[in-house]
């Protein structure tokens, strides 16, 4: 079944909005700030509804856009006590110990009490998690093996990496496919960059007309998204997978080498960061994901293989 009435009950703070036309669909969930220092995806989710509700594009199915860590965001902080983004696992969610999540155990357990309701009354949940990174990098979506993520994200004009999700137990979207939703995370972009937000847009649009929701011929601005989506992607989309993942250990004070960017190539033992016990090298030849320049997390960095290089981006849209 398919109702929307009870979207309206989702608290204040955490529901952004919703639009619908009533008409039977996926219900697309738009999610924005599950980390609370990357405020590009909430506003952009913000304004993309701003502008459903102006322009009234007669849709199927519901529009829902929620925010990820209200108390961090408001602090502008990635997390307060525990990455909500690592925070998306069964026995959290069961709620065997609820001080062991600290600030981010209430919004663990809203937000995937949101999540059982949507796959109670919804059967296609077609899901975005918009985040940033702290270096410079191109666009790209990260998606787990799940065969109708990867089909919707090969859509996009966009490199894709795939797996990685697997080396980051708890995370949003991973909870997502548990639930057989189908998706993947999206990063737009710099924190602090305008193309970020242009990004969200622009994915948020093309992710209507993906989904099925919104017919390819009622969106005027069609190739206009798919062009400012792929402005910073190289002429052919290429598909990753991972290849290792630098766990940082506690004490260990980890240092990442400047000025590497996403998908940068590196060699096999090309020095990537240091530590207090030296330098830490690059187990194989590979291209990097993710290089840590923030202070906080634990993820150092990770390092992928190219899976192929997929149809040129034309032949994709066709
Ligand atoms: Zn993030």
């Not at 608290?11 to 219900?27: A, D, F, Q, V």
């Not at 997978?241 to 990442?256: A, N, P």
Request: glycine share 8%; hydrophobic share 40%.
């Amino acid at each position: 079944m398919n109702t929307s009435a009870w979207l309206d009950d989702i608290p204040e703070g955490r529901r952004i909005g919703s639009y619908t036309c009533g008409l039977p669909g996926p219900l697309i969930l738009a999610v924005g700030g599950i980390h609370g220092n990357e405020p590009s995806g909430p506003r952009a989710i913000k304004a993309f509804l701003d502008m459903l509700h102006a322009q009234c594009p007669l849709m199927t199915g519901t529009v829902l856009g929620l925010l990820g860590n209200i108390k961090a965001s408001a602090m502008n902080q990635r997390y307060l006590d525990k990455d909500l983004n690592r925070c998306f696992r069964s026995d959290y969610i069961a709620g065997a110990d609820h001080q062991l999540l600290g600030a981010e155990g209430p919004e663990l357990y809203e937000i995937a009490g949101i999540l059982h309701r949507l796959r109670d009354e919804f059967e296609d949940v077609c899901f975005i998690d918009c985040h940033t990174t702290s270096a410079p990098t191109m666009p790209y979506l990260s998606m787990n093996a799940h065969p109708l993520s990867i089909q919707l994200a090969h859509r996009f004009p966009l490199n894709n990496v795939i797996g990685l999700q697997q080396s980051i137990p708890g995370c949003f979207a991973e909870y997502c496919n548990k639930l057989d939703f189908r998706g993947f995370t999206f990063e737009a972009g710099q924190h602090v960059g305008a193309a970020a937000f242009n990004n969200q847009m622009a994915i948020l649009w093309l992710l209507l007309v993906y989904s099925g929701a919104l017919h390819r011929r009622d969106l005027v601005n069609l190739r206009h998204y798919e062009r400012m989506l792929s402005l910073d992607t190289p002429s052919l989309r290429r598909s990753f997978r991972l290849l290792s993942h630098y766990r940082i250990t506690e004490g260990e004070d980890f240092v990442m080498q400047p000025g590497f960017s996403n998908f940068d190539y590196v060699q096999h033992g090309a020095t990537l960061a240091c530590n207090r016990f030296g330098e830490i090298l690059s187990p194989a030849d590979g291209y990097l994901l993710m290089p840590l320049y923030q202070k906080k997390g634990d993820d150092g960095f990770f390092l992928l293989e190219e899976e192929s290089s997929l149809a040129p981006r034309a032949a994709a849209m066709a």
